[in-house]
């Protein structure tokens, strides 16, 4: 019933807050549809860093939301990514997603520290399955500079396993998705990227790189500093247990990625 209901809800994550959306009647026609505002009594009051300027192509992208069981209570819960800003990107960054545990019916708890999903860089997008097929959903984090792969422990708590599994990536990383493309029955991992663009070699506001049809922003395409062409996808091959490149399509080995 809760699941139900969750799924008839809408989270709109915009650039200063985020917020929940419960559809009053589930059944109205489309041309009728309403929503109430839940945040304030859905727990849902911390809002994730974002970046409050948009002049460079990594400050303008949208970021993702996965609504999915962490905890296998049958309540499902939400996981946000986050923004940083680029003074803070270069010190580190900050964490790439939030975690919204539901602890009651459509009720949210902040979960992301003590869940162990405190890996720093600028959040983007987020995948989620049971890589290792040990029954706990597992979270892929695409990012600016590098990605973050989250084993899943059991109640919510996640450890990092990137660098074992070797999907750091790298560049501009935005889309992610698990599928099994040959059917061996372990998880295969793609990652899409978008373009060259050197976060420590900005174009300046009035350059070349910098104008977009007018807009004051930096310019795909430009040469010189600012973004360029767009990237390949990251391809990665599995081997004992990690994943490893193979035309495109990472691989995993499932439980033995754990050892
Ligand atoms: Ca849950
Ligand atoms: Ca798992």
């Known amino acids: 019933m809760v699941r139900c209901l969750i799924i008839a809800c809408i989270l709109a994550v915009t650039g200063s807050s985020q917020s ?32 409050d300027k948009k002049q460079y192509l990594v400050e303008t992208m949208g970021g993702g939301v996965a609504l999915f069981d962490c905890d296998n209570d049958g309540k499902l819960d939400i996981l946000v990514t986050g923004d940083s800003t680029i003074e803070r990107y270069k010190v580190g960054g900050d964490p790439m997603v939030y975690l919204y545990h539901q602890d009651r019916d459509l009720h949210f708890t902040d979960l ?15 995948a989620v399955a049971d890589y290792d097929n040990d029954g706990l959903p597992d ?10 792969l989250y084993h899943n422990l059991g109640g919510c708590k996640f450890e990092d396993a990137t660098e074992r599994a070797h999907v750091v990536g790298g560049g501009f990383s935005v889309g992610a998705a698990w599928a099994d493309y040959d059917r061996d029955g372990h998880l295969d991992l793609f990652v899409s990227r978008y373009v060259h663009s050197d976060i420590h070699n900005l174009p300046s506001p ?29 391809p ?24």
Request: charged share 20%; proline share 5%.
């Open 20 to 51: 929940l959306f419960a559809q009053k009647n589930p059944t109205t026609t489309a041309g009728n549809l309403h929503f109430r505002d839940l945040s304030k009594n859905a727990g849902l009051l911390t809002t994730p860093p974002t970046s």
């Open 112 to 126: 992301t520290k003590s869940a162990g999903l405190t890996t720093r860089g600028w959040g983007m997008g987020v």
């Open 139 to 148: 979270i892929y984090v695409t990012g600016y500079g590098h990605n973050a």
């Open 206 to 234: 009035g350059s070349r790189s910098f104008n977009y049809k007018g807009l004051p922003i930096e310019v795909p395409g430009a040469e010189g500093l600012g973004a360029r062409g767009l990237l390949p996808a990251d």
């Open 236 to 259: 990665w091959k599995t081997s004992s247990g990690a994943f490893r490149r193979r035309s495109c399509i990472s691989t995993s080995r499932g439980r033995s990625s754990r050892r």
